[in-house]
């Protein structure tokens, strides 16, 4: 199946297996690929290698065209789907067995173990080479690789890499079932597509002579320029594991990061730019990339950096986008679609906007606006309240002086002075019990100008179900 548009400039490829959720290693690989074609005047291609048909999915294809989209890294042509191109692999093992580059090999993987326990050399010894075996149920084939030599693969991330053919074991490139594994695919929907640049992860690096060897037993066109990323890390410097590190790129949309903050921080995973500015547009990205000058080093993948860079990216938008980014999550806040007023929320919105971190966080800051009584959390009541033995004492001040104050934010402010005041504390401390008693949180928007939006009302309501749940505090009590 060639590819009829071919552009000057260099082809790259993005070829993710929709074995699971988009991994942010992968999110990082297509965003390289994509700023590099984007810079160069070239393609970026897109494959689905989906070749493994027991753990591929529908819905984790369409999880990959979702979150390149979702990252704003648009493909060029038709994407290429590795499961309709059985035609394609299939001439090139008869190309590769005509040219005595393949042989049957029908040896099960306890029989090698056996054979080779304790060898200085470990892997497949070669049994199969010379039986000339032919096709048969359980026969795989294998690629026979050089007796003598070594392969280099000359990468534009780590220098010339030398491959010692005496430690390539000879590779299974067509499982017995007939299905090609990867080395065969990739190379044979590389050379097809003219991709003129592989960019891909480390992880890769081990796989890369087998493919060139391939490569050049199929009579393939100039190899392509190789660049293996550095591998992304957790705290512990240990290799990003799904099972063990939040790396599903779906999690962090849900949890309301935005695509260009995700964009931006993954850019500075293994590259910077030359003048260390590290809040860049896409604009920026795409005139400062170089792929020679990204790094060998493993990557950090900091959440909270990442989390940081979110609330800068929140924090300049424009109060207009930051509503309309809100809605996903505000659709489903804790309260009834009823309550819950668009004009009350848009004058809370720029308070809210200047303490949130992600988008996910955004209800909580509001709900007690939407909410019949305050959504209380026990701790914060263990500790600004039930823990403080005025807190009493200052819930009864704050009811009376509320309920004859003008009801602006800022008188509002006076009076919740004058109770500190009267208490001993100052008004950071005095506000502690009242804003847990209002809002059911110690920490939110301001509170004097959330007090005002919630009305004096619901306010001295909320005042006197929490003293409710506290004990009665005589004169005599009070010291």
Known sequence: MALDTRSDGPRVRFAPSPTGYFHVGGARTALFNWLFARQQGGSFLLRIEDTDTERNRDEWTEGIYGALTWLGLDWDERPVVQS?????YSEA???LVAGGHLYYCDCTREAVDARTRGAATPGYDGFCRERRLGPGPGRALRFRTPDEGSTVV???????????HATIEDFVLVKSNGAPLFVLANAVDDMDMGVTHVIRGEEHLPNT?????VWQALGGPRLPVFAHLPVLVNEKRQKLSKRRDPVALEDYRQQGYLPEAMRNYLVLLGWGPADGQEIMSLDDMVRAFRLTDVTRSPAFFDVRKLTHFDGEYIRAMSPERFIEACQPWLESGPWAPSAFDPEVFARMAPLVQERVATLAEVPAMVDFLFLDRAPIEEASWERAVAGDPAAAALLDDAIASYGTCPWTAEEIRGATLAVAERSGKKLAKAQAPIRVAVTGRTVGPPLFESLHLLGRDRTLDRLRAARDRMPIVGPDLID
């Open 84 to 88: 309709e191109r059985g035609r394609l």
């Open 93 to 95: 093992v008869d190309k």
């Open 209 to 213: 002579p087998k493919a060139i060897l």
């Open 154 to 164: 000359s990468d534009l991330v780590r220098g010339e890499v030398v491959f010692q």
